[in-house]
């Protein structure tokens, strides 16, 4: 099983997909994706079905709501100070549900739509579990979704040492509005207050402007984001699917992940899943630069990744290094439910992923995560079939 198998051409069918349209959660480029998705794995041996569920995508006018709602506690606080608190309070609080615990708030506000997984079961009869999950939609463009905004926020990230996401400055600069009221309310006032207060409420005015151009944006073609993970998750359903010992090799082709993930917590909450027998490898945007693994990840609450994944992919690759991912993915939202699960990517030396797809990547890709999979089949495999009451996977 090491060496490379030829078998599913990786850039004719990154094509196929790319060509299938504009991949936005709900649409009908995302269903004909499915239908896609669906042949591909009955041609590949495998059996394969659809699984419906229910999406809100507005995410981008949903947070621009929730800013604003800041903006005016912040007016408000100056005049009224416990109201502009309370005010505060609920925004923060209602984008801490949303984007740090996945709960839909705002967004159940503007619009439902359909969306769908695409689930393949190997052998379920093996007493662990791994699932191959790629994200099959595409995101919004936008300006902050630029490329160019994109090396700035790996840039600066790099200089700080510590990741930047997006929806975290958002959240920081709620909280900032509301300490600004709270000390209103406590009775502190002055211009020093008053210059502080006025940081978090222009960094707001600013993520306003910028989630209603995404709003308005129309859908990127996806080429890396995630065209890439579906080709490689098909690649490795293709080599890996029967040679496992003690692991069944599944593939969940998730709806609507660049909408919070819905599709994961979907599959989770539909599939009676072991905990201590069951590991998420989240495949995604691995079309450029050098293999990366996540240690943490979460847009607002960055949860630990299972240390047992990040002892197994220490040293398979000197190049591939552990990174802190800030944004919404299949990967944390598997690992906030408590099961064992690990992101994989492509950066290049500034943690940053442009949107094309070279060939090499997906092959670094692909190479790294043949070696991870057999790496659990013979040193956590074994601890499954073991009669004790834990695993190498339990807590």
Known sequence: ????????????????????????????????????LHQRLEALGRPAEIEQLAIHPAWPLAYALLAAAAVGASVLAVSVPVAGAAL???????????????????RRLLGRRASQNVVS???????????????????????????RAARLRAAVSGLLRRPIGPLRLLFWAELGVLACSLARLAGLDGTA??????????????AIALLTDIALAGTR??????????????????????????FGMHV????????????????????????????????????????????????????????????????IDDDALAIVNRTVSDGAAATGRGFAAITVTC??????????????ALERAEAFLVELVERLDAEVGPSIVAPTDATALSD
């Open 121 to 147: 079961w190997g052998d379920r009869d093996k007493p662990g579990a791994i699932f191959l999950v790629a994200h099959y939609d595409a995101g919004r463009a936008g300006l902050a979704h630029s490329d």
């Open 347 to 360: 950066r290049d030396r500034l943690d940053y992923a442009s949107g094309r797809v070279d060939e090499a």
């Open 193 to 206: 207050l008053t210059a502080v207060q006025f940081v978090p409420t222009i960094a707001l005015i600013v």
């Open 252 to 315: 969940v082709f998730t709806g609507a992940g660049t909408a919070n993930a819905p599709g994961i917590g979907s599959f989770m909450d539909r599939h009676d899943l072991g905990h201590d027998s069951t590991v998420f490898l989240s495949i995604d945007q691995v079309g450029s630069g050098d293999v990366r693994y996540t240690r943490r990840e979460g847009a607002l609450v960055a949860t630990k990744t299972h240390p047992q994944l990040l002892s197994l992919c220490e040293g």
């Open 88 to 106: 505060a309070l609920v925004a923060a609080l209602l984008t801490f549900l949303d984007a740090g615990l996945l709960i839909p708030t705002v």
């Open 221 to 246: 073609a996806g080429e890396n984001d995630n065209a890439s993970g579906i080709v490689l998750v098909l690649r490795l359903a293709e080599r890996l699917g029967p040679g496992l010992d003690h």
């Open 1 to 36: 099983m090491g060496a490379r198998d030829e078998g599913l051409d990786l850039m004719a069918e990154l094509d196929a997909v790319v060509d299938l349209g504009r991949r936005a959660p709900g649409s009908d480029a995302e269903r004909r994706t499915a239908q896609h």
